[in-house]
């Protein structure tokens, strides 16, 4: 399957499944659990390769996913629907005996896979996690608690950071597991999207990446995750441009269409030129492991679409702050896309970091 074939094959998914029913979902809460095996059935998760024991490795596709969903979904969706990818890279550094399975069957949409990295006294800062994991006869237990998980009330396996007496570890819990609960949280965005808060009271768990490697694995995941999230973010931001441009163009006033206005032109050309940019940016990075400038992507594809969110509520004026909308709910996701895999000011710190290093002394 070429390219080209493959975002074929996602947007006649989206056209079919998604589109149709995504307002739906966002006031429902959740999408449904068996749109993951529609995906897997379609080829979607595996990228149009048959599903495997390894995770299936195809960046342009992986974004191609992630814009499609995105432009006919919703935000939400595309953190739900595309990004066990991330999870898939990590559980691939286990022993493939055990772990193949079940990439393979996450990759099928048989199964779904979900991070649970954040806590409520941490965020994702991994030097300050508690969650504990202790050696047992068979494995090991987890005892903790982990909060804004992505799917978290129904993923069937969670990829989980936890400390042992050596580091921080990487492990695989699969439900259904006694000891571990999930309560739903609702969010301001991501609607459709199932957050919840876990706890863990010794869960058995495997070990996925032991603490001398963990956090080099961890690394290299983040930085795949904050590269998803530029691209959802431009993604979006192309949807809200657009909308403001139609209703622009079909708005009449007094006699005129709104981009008969110069002031409305010249705020229409200003979110094109600002969406651009970030988009060479983010391309030109998109082969780069270097964290800081995936950071300056990141951050720059977040500053796009809050201006390009911004400029559309003011040109829809109350039809952008209506459901359903694409730019009503735009605005309300924007934030969450700003906080996911490290916040604005987080980001900030690394490029800050990478400056002092690279900077020579005067």
Known sequence: MS?????????????????????EWERAGAYPASLHAEAGAAGLLAFGEPPGPAPVEHPARRRILIEEITRGGSQGL??????????????????????GPVIRTVQSGERTIALALTEPQA?????ALRARAEPVADGWTITGEKRFICNGTRADCLVVGAVTEAGLGLFLVERPQPGLTAEPLAAAGWRCLPLAALRFAGVPARLVVAPDRAARVLQRA???????????????????????????????????????????????AEIATRIALARCF???????????RIAMAKNAAV??????????????????????????????DAPLIAIGGGTTEVMNEIIARSLAKETPAP
């Open 3 to 23: 390219d080209d074939a493959y975002r074929h094959a996602v947007r006649a998914f989206v056209a079919a499944r998604i589109a149709p029913a995504i307002e």
């Open 78 to 99: 595309t953190m739900g629907l595309a990004s066990h990818g991330v999870s898939l890279a990590i559980l691939a550094q286990a022993d493939p005996d055990w772990a």
């Open 123 to 127: 965020g994702s800062d991994l030097a």
């Open 222 to 268: 983040l930085a795949q995750e904050r590269l998803n999230l530029a691209v959802m973010a431009l993604a979006s931001a192309e949807c809200v441009r657009d909308a403001a441009l139609h209703h622009a163009r079909t708005r009449m006033v007094r006699g005129a269409s709104l981009d008969a206005m110069s002031h409305i032109r010249q705020r229409l």
């Open 282 to 292: 983010v391309d030109s990075t998109a082969a780069t492991a270097e964290a800081s």
């Open 303 to 332: 500053a796009a679409l809050e201006e390009a969110a911004r400029t559309a509520v003011q040109i829809l004026g109350a039809a952008g702050c209506v459901a359903p909308s694409v730019v009503e709910r735009t605005q309300r």
